[in-house]
């Protein structure tokens, strides 16, 4: 391997080890499964790129010659079986599909089959069939784009149009795999410009699959959250409301009571909401709720419990062993946050200033009143007292 070589080999590996290191900081930092598969496909693809491209012999020096071979001929299987896998939870819905099913499916199954065939017979060959057994394996690789490229065709023929990026990725895998096992095989005849292409396919193909998975992932948490609104979330705000509400309420006082820690209900009672009605439209009050309630988030933080009551009423849960001197500072952020001065769009697009009037009202938890629903009236009916406003 000449000089030039050894640069454009170094140069894709170290794109991939840089998505492979954001994979594995988002798993660890976002704890999801899907991150943990993104960076399990990127660790297991690249180190089959490693091995096919030489540079092996650069950075594992004592890898024993056999078991490269070995590894050559059943990880590449094994990562494409896994793509496919990985393939058919992205596809979702679309994969209920007989023709989908059925190339992810099968796909799978035959390149975990092939992946086992191939290292064992690997293992008991000789060096002189070491060769013919790679470029077998090159051909199944081959083969094995088939199968994505017709489900995401499908797919796309279904209405997912984001499966035209599949189809795409496909089209960059076809280079990658071309290149990488023609390296591995020796090809002769074959300059730096193929090379190039073959390391530029390979990154492109897993940028462009992180950014498929990430567009996908957004619009599964969408939908998750359009299913919460369902079960009893507000539209405007996306605050647990009604039983939702009371369930939250209800878990922060548990967890409070079994932590020897002390509990707060407070209610905050907007009493102007509807007050730009008239002239600034009937959704004005979405848009009042919407900046209210990021301003007591703000406020109060995401470790503490958040809700809406009714749309007038906000309810606030505080749990620490310093109960006191946090409710106080929380109380005063509240105050300054939401006492500010908001601008309201009307539907002729002017602006309008809404000056929020609020009352507060406190209630502590004790285990003689650990009814969520008392709770929240009593801190309710405090905070439309006068003494409250």
Not at 189 to 204: E, H, K, Y
Not at 219 to 225: F, G, K, V, Y
Not at 251 to 258: K, N, Q
Request: with cysteine; hydrophobic share 50%.
């Amino acid at each position: 391997m000449d000089t030039s070589e050894l640069v454009v080999w170094s140069a894709m590996m170290g794109g991939l080890a840089t998505l492979a290191a954001f994979a594995l900081a988002d798993a660890l930092i976002r704890r999801r499964i899907a991150s943990w598969r993104a960076f399990v496909f990127v660790a297991l693809t690249g180190t089959v790129c490693l091995l096919l491209t030489g540079l092996n012999r650069v950075l594992l020096p004592e890898l024993p010659l056999h078991l490269l071979h070995v590894l050559q001929n059943s990880l590449g299987l094994l990562a494409g079986a896994l793509a496919l896998s990985y393939l058919g939870l992205w596809m979702g819905r679309a994969a209920e599909d007989t023709v989908v099913r059925l190339s992810v499916q099968l796909g799978t199954l035959v390149l975990l089959v092939a992946a086992g065939v191939m290292a064992v017979l690997t293992l008991r060959a000789e060096p002189e069939d070491w060769h013919r057994l790679m470029a077998i394996t090159a051909t199944i690789n081959a083969l094995a784009i088939l199968p994505p490229t017709i489900a995401a065709l499908r797919a796309v023929a279904m209405g997912d149009r984001l499966a035209w990026g599949i189809v795409g990725a496909t089209g960059m895998l076809a280079f990658m795999v071309a290149g990488l096992y023609a390296r591995a095989l020796h090809v002769p005849d074959l300059g730096l410009t193929v090379w190039i292409v073959t390391a530029l396919s390979t990154v492109a193909f897993f940028m462009l699959g992180t950014y498929l998975g990430l567009r996908r992932d957004r619009a599964n948490r969408q939908l998750e959250r359009l299913a919460n609104l369902a079960q009893g979330a507000d539209p405007a705000t996306g605050l647990p409301q009604r039983s939702m509400l009371l369930s939250k309420v209800d878990d922060a006082i548990w967890r409070s009571a079994r932590m020897s820690q002390e509990c707060t209900v407070i209610c905050l009672h907007l009493q102007n909401l509807y007050e730009l009605a008239e002239i600034a439209g009937h959704h004005a009050d979405q848009q009042i709720l919407s900046a209210m309630s990021a301003r007591i988030r703000r406020a109060v933080g995401f470790r503490h419990v958040v809700g809406l009551y009714h749309p007038r009423c906000f309810v606030v849960v505080i749990s620490t062993y310093a109960q006191t001197r946090l409710v106080e500072k929380t109380m005063q952020r509240l105050h300054y946050l939401m006492g500010k001065p908001l601008q309201v769009r009307g539907l002729d697009d002017a602006l309008h200033t809404f000056v929020p009037r609020f009352g507060f009202g406190m209630v502590a938890v004790t285990p003689d009143n650990a009814d969520p629903a008392k709770l929240i009236d009593q801190a309710e009916r405090l905070s439309l007292e006068p003494r409250g406003a």
